[in-house]
């Protein structure tokens, strides 16, 4: 007998590392870059972080979620590729230069060492061998190659395009950083720009990302949706209108128009503040010239646009109609595009609510041409509201009486018929620009020769390094005043030249990690047998933020690896899931302070108080975590505290994965005591259970074994579809059957216990080896075991209730297994004790049996 005392508590804290180190020495979590094909291959992947400095309990919901499939898939018998890298470019590192002189490589790479430790303590069945970080040269040295590849199948162009031009900062701006008009970090004016920049050619994609989206079964619907809606298929027709008098050489206009239909409805002509006909007009008329100046300091962004207050100025020009000659006049109005179609529109105000309200405003004309279904002609108007829906066309000549598709068409056909126009389809899509005047970033590997205008880099001179000595005092790109770097002999004519100082949008680096997975240290950017092996993704998840330009660029990438002949699948990603946000309750003083939570009394109605004043503070639910509202959960203090396990076991605990979450210290107490239970319940019975494989009696203690059996199925089922949550649950009921059972059959025991411990295993991966370890000394890893089946026999309904009549009156029910004969049956029926009273010692004349129903005695 073993006298050594059982510690009375599980101590998470050296187990968890304990059983990390088993995995590893186990290489539990290695696969092979080719897939051997001995088993089928699954590919799981988290969009890997940014290096920030730590990570956020948005982190740990994510690679909980996919460490649950990674785990689960594993003992499925797949072969399971899981990696991890960083997403290291990017402007907080160069920020952070400006800012506290520490250079933007050290301050990456030390938050990635922060953070890969962070990881580790979580216990997930990642593949370290495999991590890179995009800022690694042996990472984005590839992906100068691949630009290469991508320049020389035409799939990039250098162009000229408008920019939100920050003038303090020396900058680009995106749209979302060109605040009120103003730059988000200088606040200065933002002014628009044409620069030259480098685009990937994404819109000879358009069709085909659009048209693939069908193909996505295992994505969500509002993700392709939107995807859907950014690349922004419509049908409509260009249709170009002279000018009464042509102005600087200009001598028409031509306008997109998704509703030929209405032309008879035209009232005005629009062109965007950057067209060309818009600074024509200004020559000579400081008013106009104003005005298009202070449209320009809006940002472009399109949400921007559709805020704003409509606005124009009649340039006085006038353009004549294709189908009755009259003519319009020309106005510049903020809400068209220059981006978009044509950058020119002919405003139809009876159809379009826009154009309406610039109508009213502006006192232009508004003539119903599109009849709603059942108004009568003479009696219909346009009020505030323009119908936008179908109807029939009137006051539109020869259009009269069409509907809306057929007068579409027709209208279609005779701008054809003159030249005037023609039937076309607009995307939404732009190309992609990916030119950024910033020094973090993987260079654009092009020189800039005089003579021989733009060289690409020789691909044996990649990669083009950053050089380290860079200056972040002076506003602008550091690598543009960089003494040396720039200046190099041309790779063609060797005279000197100069390399392209912009680098790539960091969208770009994540455009095709997920691809160098497969073969992360290989001298080239791919190996085909390996990418082919291992892609399509068959599990992304992330976050929804990214559902649009992240999905979209690695789907355009993947599709031109593909056409360029570098792997097979046109792509990524087979599965997606999106996950919910994690939030947290915040507080606030009646001063307006924000409190963290450590710093505030909850009381059990959920009101709070300051602990430092004594006085109630404001508590609001359900707000994401942000250091702003204090109210953020440090990651590694909850591992600290409760331990990994309990911070996964919570998270997946509270809601479905893809819906937001709210993190309280309830519920993440609640959880370690749930891993204490568990751990109580295979610690009390270990020492007294039959050995392994012991072989539970028939029929006893069946409703435990019942109890595994459904619980195996249930948890299997919640894992396949996602529900997570639902996992939790079952094992928590299942512990609490296990518990309540009776204990005669020690087999049986056993039996539940080793179950609660390999099911958990997902969720719970440390506490599943403990117990296992616990219950089965020295056989091995939970993770290198199979997942569990459900005994068939033991999941099925295994019982019926009768009702039992006397008389035909119901006295009582009774609970058989089924399959009992009907001799039992009656004799079970008989025995029941209200049963005896109504019979009262009489001879039972006829026993009837309605099979699964009823027992019926006639006395
Ligand atoms: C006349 C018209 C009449 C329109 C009507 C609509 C309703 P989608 O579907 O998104 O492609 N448009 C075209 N180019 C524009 C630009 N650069 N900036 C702002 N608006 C622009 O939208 C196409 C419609 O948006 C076009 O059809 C045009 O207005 C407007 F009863 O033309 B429509
Ligand atoms: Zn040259």
Request: aromatic share 10%; with cysteine.
């Amino acid at each position: 007998m073993n006298d050594a005392p059982m510690p009375a508590r599980y101590d998470f804290a050296t187990a968890e590392p304990r059983w990390q180190q088993a995995w590893d020495a186990q290489e539990c979590f290695k696969v092979p870059d080719v897939p051997d094909g001995s088993r089928p291959k699954y590919y799981v992947l988290e969009m890997f972080p940014y290096p920030s400095g730590k990570i956020h309990m948005g982190h740990v919901r994510n690679y909980t979620l996919g460490d649950v499939v990674a785990r689960y898939k594993r003992a499925r018998g797949h072969q399971v590729l899981h990696p991890m890298g960083w997403d290291a470019f990017g402007l907080p590192a160069e920020n952070a230069a400006r800012e506290r002189g520490v250079h933007p490589a050290a301050w990456t790479y030390q938050n990635i060492a922060t953070m890969r430790a962070e990881l580790k303590r979580m216990g997930l069945s990642l593949e370290w061998d495999r991590e890179f970080a995009t800022c690694d040269p042996s990472y984005y040295g590839h992906q100068q190659k691949l630009f290469l590849d991508f320049l020389q199948a035409g799939l990039v162009e250098r162009k000229e395009s408008w920019v939100n031009w920050d003038p303090v900062d020396h900058t680009v701006l995106a749209n979302e950083q060109v605040i009120d008009g103003r730059g988000w970090r200088s606040g200065a004016p933002v002014e628009k720009k044409k620069l030259s920049q480098w685009f990937f050619s994404i819109t000879k994609y358009a069709p085909e990302l659009l048209s693939a989206l069908e193909t996505l079964d295992r994505w969500p619907e509002r993700v392709k949706l939107m995807q859907a809606n950014w690349i922004g298929r419509s049908e409509g027709a260009r249709v170009r209108f002279a000018l009464e008098r042509p102005v600087a050489e200009i001598g028409e206009v031509e306008v997109f128009t998704t509703r030929p239909d209405t032309l008879f409805g035209m009232s005005f002509l629009a062109v965007a503040a950057e067209h060309p006909l818009a600074a024509a007009a200004a020559e000579g008329n400081p008013e106009i010239a104003a005005f298009i100046a202070e449209v320009r300091a809006l940002g472009t962004s399109e949400a921007a646009i559709e805020q704003a207050e409509k606005r124009g100025i009649d340039t006085g020009l006038r353009v004549r109609h294709p189908f009755t000659g009259e003519t319009h006049p020309v106005w510049i109005a903020n809400f068209v595009l220059m981006e978009y179609g044509t950058g020119a529109i002919f405003g139809c105000p009876s159809g379009d609510q826009r154009d309406l309200d610039f109508a009213r405003k502006y006192g232009l004309p508004v003539p119903p041409v599109i009849l709603p279904p059942g108004e009568d002609p003479s009696a219909f108007a346009i009020g505030r509201t323009a119908y936008t829906d179908d109807g029939v066309l009137y006051n539109s000549g020869f259009l009269d009486g069409l509907s809306t598709e057929a007068g579409k068409r027709a209208a279609i056909d005779a701008l054809e018929a003159k030249g005037q126009g023609k039937g076309i389809v607009n995307w939404r899509l732009r190309d992609w620009g990916v030119s950024r005047q910033r020094y973090w970033g993987c260079p654009i590997p092009v020189i800039h020769c005089e003579a021989c205008g733009v060289v690409p880099v020789p691909a044996e001179q990649l990669p083009v390094t950053l050089p380290e000595d860079v200056d972040f005092s002076k506003p602008g790109n550091p690598l543009d005043h960089h003494p040396g770097w720039k200046n190099v002999p041309c790779p063609r004519c060797g005279a000197a030249a100069r390399r392209e100082t912009d680098t790539f949008d960091t969208f770009v680096d994540s455009s095709w990690y997920f691809a160098r997975f497969t073969a992360p240290k290989a001298g080239t950017p791919l190996v085909r047998e390996a990418a082919n092996g291992w892609l399509p993704v068959d599990q992304y998840i992330g976050g929804i933020e990214h559902a649009i330009l992240h999905l979209l660029y690695s789907r355009f990438f993947t599709r031109a690896l593909h056409g360029m002949g570098h792997i097979d699948t046109p792509e990524p990603f087979a599965g997606l899931f999106t996950q919910g946000m994690v939030q947290h309750a915040s507080y606030r003083t009646q001063d307006g302070r924000w409190l963290a939570p450590d710093e505030v009394e909850v009381a059990a109605d959920g009101g709070a108080t300051d602990k430092a004043t004594g006085l109630a503070v404001t508590v609001s639910r359900n707000d994401k975590m942000s250091k702003s509202k204090r109210n953020t959960i440090d990651p590694g203090a909850i591992i600290d505290h409760y331990g990994a396990d309990t911070a996964r076991w919570f998270i997946l605990s509270d809601n479905p994965p893809d819906r937001d979450m709210e993190w309280t210290e309830a519920g993440v107490s609640g959880a370690s005591r749930f891993t204490q239970r568990l751990w109580r319940l295979v610690s009390g019975a270990a020492d007294s259970l039959p050995p392994p494989g012991a072989v539970p009696a028939e029929g006893a203690a069946r409703s435990l074994r019942r109890a595994t059996h459904r619980t195996i199925q249930a948890v299997t089922e919640a894992l396949e579809s996602f529900s997570f949550n639902v996992a939790v649950a079952r094992i928590h009921e299942f512990a609490n059957a296990i518990e309540q059972a009776a204990a005669e059959d020690g087999a049986a025991r056993r039996e539940a216990l080793e179950a609660v411990a390999r099911l958990i295993s997902p969720m719970m991966p440390h506490l599943a080896e403990e117990l296992w370890s616990m219950l089965r000394p020295g056989a091995g890893l939970v993770a290198t075991l199979p997942w569990l089946e459900a005994e068939e026999a033991l999941t099925r309904a295994d019982s019926l209730t009768l009702a039992v009549q006397v008389l035909g009156k119901l006295r009582g029910t009774i609970e058989v297994p089924v399959g009992t004969d009907e001799a039992t049956i009656f004799a079970q029926a008989e025995a029941e004790e209200n049963v005896q009273r109504a019979i009262a010692g009489r001879p039972i004349r006829k026993r009837i049996h309605v099979p699964g129903r009823i027992v019926n005695f006639v006395v």
